[in-house]
């Protein structure tokens, strides 16, 4: 499921934190247009995450659970939480069932591994992504999984009846850890199971030790985890707390037990219930059913996610939805709801009982409405749903999608708008007349700040901006509304939308690599381009890849030349080409047009396939046909045989953004050159070596001096090197003073031109 919404209760209490206004309690559950289930957390220092699974697809009459997709949220306050939809999706990746309760850590270096069940039982995967909306890949050797009981794994179930429920935990010292377990349930077909789940003796859990990677395990860490206490039933996690380590899982009778140790693998002392079967007031709010929990500590504050079935049940005056098959009043079991409430320790370490509430967490901070956001970023909703547009290899995409016939809304609280906002933009689709947005305050029918009627597209998926001017948003607003009207349900989707005003950062547009735009006539690395913008808005991208991996970076030791971009850039002997190149990528450059006219333009590219082409637009406008890159003819796999190919262009005097974009799949390319002139002569053949690249791309002949500074900003060394590419190998090897016991990324500033890339530290 996934989304985050709020029981439809008024909020009048308010709370002041030392520099901040008073602003609104949170709401549950956090989606009020889905059901998800299954939650766990994870946190860095900016966001706190969560991710579910979902009974979207369970009819309303369901008997069993139908789980398919995995969904993501994040929010800085605790309050408003951004969806970002199915992040990964077991109906589009091949290999594997249904995916069920899953796992989530972000490691030192912000990337997220998600541990998740394969099925029902069948075994265990891991996936990672340097984004919570991923795209998420294997990075298990030969594609395996971690467990599975028929082969394909690095090892076996261990006689565990349900081998589900993992979960990851990661220590400070960065060791991960993954659990997994369930089931054992004595009975008649089996009165002494292998892995039994009895009360104070149940062992059917394990804990394997990952290796430093986060990518694989020795078999030989496998270890048992048993406990005291209520018979287990099924998920079992990990959190650390004041040096002492914390295994809860939810027990056979329906609660979160827990036992405390000195050590992740335990073992462990069963010390009591953590959380009862969601209740508030006295009246259950989980139809006595099974449970799920994730638990992680963000800003000073510890928070628990569970499940429960408030929306199913009405519970508070909430509307229940209807199951994915449009029928209302959907089975409560198989239809349930995520919230998030905070909970504390005792002094002597132990957990004391979730309250369970309606409100939810207190907001940690305000909300700043001068920023790009998501659509479905909200502390509350009614009146809406959302579609998901899952493509592997590609990050999750979800749409807001009104209904806009009834009351339809979305909520955001907490807002500091400063002195004021003058502006709302939205990125939307319309297919009908007169679908609007009105910006209110207070309530969704409270004070009119201001309207934005959308422009009528040709379908759904094609997005447009439009603004509208607002007056009267200034200081804290409590509560924000996004009011949806329109004459016909499901004839809007919504993207994104931001404010403008006196706190708005205007969009940085994208900058040449270098600092200096690429001279025409002239040679253009392809490797070379735009560093992307930041801000709000379109047009702020440099590049477009299929997916976030560097393939390249095996061929510099492991390091990306552009870190974080995900373009393909390979080291040769020559220096650096951008290779794997597959339709519809593209990559920009800011280039100076000496003067208007004709000019020859020459492309060093390398194809194994007779598919491979591209074409060159200035500014948005093509100048060149569809181009064919020529098959090496020095063998099928070579691409090392490079051809040089050219057409003449016309161009504009002046600087412009010169796009190149692959039209067929799988070429590699080195550069391009523009000569003067209808069919002039190349000065720069294969083979040409040019001054500043007389020793290989980069390795530049005068030595400068380099930064480097921690992933917070701050300064931890200075030293000289030639190059960007020989001042990574120093830090790296340590050479440095310094660097001998840096971990992590850390960043490296050129003096020079201003030249920033990331680093991640090998030692």
């Avoid at 947005?437 to 969704?444: H, L, Q, V």
């Amino acid at each position: 499921m996934g989304v985050k919404n709020l029981a439809n209760t008024s909020i009048s209490t308010l709370f002041t934190i030392a520099g901040l206004t008073s602003f609104a309690l949170a709401d549950n559950p956090i989606s009020s247009y889905h059901y998800l289930a299954d939650p766990a957390a994870t946190a860095d220092d900016e966001y706190f995450y969560i991710i579910t699974d979902s009974d979207d697809p369970a009819p309303y009459n369901a008997t069993g659970y139908s789980i398919k997709a995995l969904y993501a949220f994040r929010s800085k306050d605790m309050k408003n939480w951004t969806d970002f939809g199915i992040i990964y999706d077991a109906r589009e990746v091949e290999g594997i069932g249904d995916i069920w309760a899953s796992g989530i850590a972000v490691d030192n270096n912000g990337k997220f591994h998600i541990v998740f069940p394969d099925g029902g039982g069948s075994g265990i995967g891991l996936i990672e992504s340097d984004h919570i909306e991923g795209p998420y890949k294997n990075p298990v050797a030969g594609g395996k999984k971690l467990i599975n009981n028929w082969g394909g794994g690095i090892a076996d179930c261990d006689g565990l009846d349900w081998c589900f429920d993992p979960a990851i935990f990661i220590d400070d010292d960065g060791t991960a850890y993954f659990t997994v377990g369930g089931g054992g349930v004595p009975n008649d077909k089996n009165p002494n199971p292998k892995r039994p789940a009895i009360d104070n003796g149940s062992d059917n859990f394990n804990i394997y030790k990952f290796n430093s990677e986060i990518n694989s395990f020795d078999v030989n860490t496998k270890t048992h985890l048993p406990i005291g206490g209520p018979a287990t039933m099924e998920a079992s996690y990990i959190h650390k707390y004041k040096g002492n380590y914390y295994l809860s899982y939810s027990t056979r009778d329906l609660r979160i037990a827990y036992g405390m140790s000195s050590s992740p693998m335990g073992p462990y002392t069963y010390k009591g219930i953590f959380m009862g079967n969601p209740s508030i007031n006295g009246q259950n709010i989980n139809s006595y059913n099974n449970n799920h929990h994730g638990i992680a500590e963000f800003k000073g504050h510890w928070y628990v996610v569970y499940h429960d079935r408030r929306i199913a049940n009405g519970y508070d005056g909430l509307e229940k939805i209807p199951a994915e098959d449009g029928k209302a009043n959907p089975d409560p079991a198989y239809h349930r709801s995520v919230s998030v409430d905070e909970f504390f320790y005792n002094d002597d370490g132990t957990m004391k009982e979730l309250t369970f509430t309606k409100e939810g967490p207190k907001q940690l901070e305000n909300f700043d409405p001068y920023d790009w956001y998501p659509a479905l970023t909200s502390s509350k909703q009614k009146g809406i749903r959302s579609r998901s547009n899952f493509v592997v290899g590609k990050a999750a995409e979800t749409f807001l999608l009104p209904l806009s016939t009834k009351e339809s809304w979305i909520r955001v609280s907490g807002v500091d708008f400063g002195t004021a906002a003058t502006g709302f933009t939205v990125e939307a689709a319309s297919i009908a007349d007169g679908n609007k947005i009105e910006i209110r305050t207070d309530s969704a029918t409270g004070t009119l700040a201001g309207t934005c009627t959308l422009q009528k597209t040709a379908n759904k998926n094609t997005f447009v901006e439009k603004s509208c001017e607002v007056s009267g948003l200034k200081g804290i607003v409590e509560q924000l509304f996004l009011v949806f009207k329109g004459n016909q349900d499901s004839t809007m989707a919504i993207k994104a939308w931001g404010f403008e005003g006196s706190g708005t950062t205007p969009p940085e547009p994208q900058k040449p690599f270098k600092g200096t735009a690429w001279e025409i006539p002239g040679k253009i690395e392809m490797e070379d381009f735009d560093i992307p913008g930041t801000g709000r808005g379109t047009g702020l991208d440099s590049y477009s890849d299929n997916d976030s991996e560097d393939h390249g970076a095996t061929s510099n030791d492991g390091v990306s030349y552009r870190e974080g971009t995900g373009v393909d850039i390979y080291k040769k002997a020559t220096g650096y080409i951008v290779g794997y190149n597959q339709a519809g990528e593209w990559l920009e450059y800011t280039v100076n047009i000496k003067e208007a006219g004709d000019y020859t333009m020459f492309a060093a590219v390398a194809s194994a396939n007779n598919t491979s082409s591209f074409k060159l637009s200035i500014d948005g406008n093509d100048i060149t046909e569809e181009i064919a890159v020529p098959q090496a003819t020095s063998g099928e796999e070579n691409y090392d045989d490079y051809n040089k190919i050219s057409t003449n262009v016309t161009l504009p005097a002046g600087e412009h953004i010169l796009r190149f974009t692959v039209t067929g799949d799988w070429m590699d390319i080195d550069y391009i050159n523009f000569e003067a002139g209808k069919d002039a002569e190349d000065s720069k053949p294969i083979g040409y070596v040019d001054a500043l690249h007389s020793t290989g791309k980069m390795n530049y002949s005068q030595a400068t001096r380099f930064d480097v500074f921690s992933i917070n900003g701050k300064k931890v060394a200075s030293f000289t090197a030639h190059s960007f590419a020989e001042a990574t190998k120093l830090w790296q090897d340590g050479l440095v003073k310094g660097s001998e016991n840096s971990i992590g990324i850390c960043l490296i500033r050129n003096r020079s031109n201003g030249m920033v890339a990331k680093v991640r530290a090998k030692h």
